[in-house]
């Protein structure tokens, strides 16, 4: 059995990619709503989704994601559509084939939101970057916040705060 990794980008006109070559025909279920979906090829998937963490509590690492050698109607996706980029929600699923390459099943993984998105143009090359993290990764909270039992409480239930 051969997989690839699908994106969809929640944008206005989502945005659809594939890591595999070529363009693919995905029918609709939960999270991809048209039947038929266009998925372009984008290349290389060279890191960020092979080993995914759990975003937890907003203590873990940001996700990076760069596909290279993207064909120039893929880049313009991230080009033009940049303003809508930031803060879309970004679906990352496996798609299976049979021997034959034939569409066996997608199973959606994991849900996150685009932090910032990027085009960079190398030696014959052009590469995607999209840094992502889920809902709950906000950075908006100093690191000199105040927490009251009742906040630590919902956050740790059971920890034992000392008032001063």
Do not use: C
């Amino acid at each position: 059995m051969n997989r690839n990794v699908l994106v969809r980008i929640a944008t206005p006109d989502p945005a659809r990619l594939w890591s595999g070559v070529g363009d693919l025909f995905v029918p609709a279920d939960a999270i991809e709503t048209t039947d038929g979906a266009h998925y372009l090829g984008g290349g290389e998937l060279l890191g960020g989704l092979d080993e995914v963490e759990q975003l937890i509590n907003g203590t873990a690492t940001r996700i990076e994601l760069s596909v290279s050698g993207v064909t120039m109607a893929t880049a313009k996706i991230f080009t033009e559509e940049a303003p809508d980029l930031k803060g879309a929600a970004l679906d990352v699923g496996v798609a299976e084939f049979d021997d034959l390459w034939q569409l066996i099943a997608v199973t959606w993984q994991a849900r996150y939101r685009i932090d910032k998105a990027a085009v960079t143009r190398g030696d014959n090359e052009r590469t995607i970057s999209i840094s992502m993290g889920s809902d709950d990764t906000g950075r908006s909270r100093s690191s000199g916040s105040y927490w009251t039992d009742a906040a630590q409480q919902r956050r740790s239930p059971g920890d034992r705060t000392e008032e001063r």
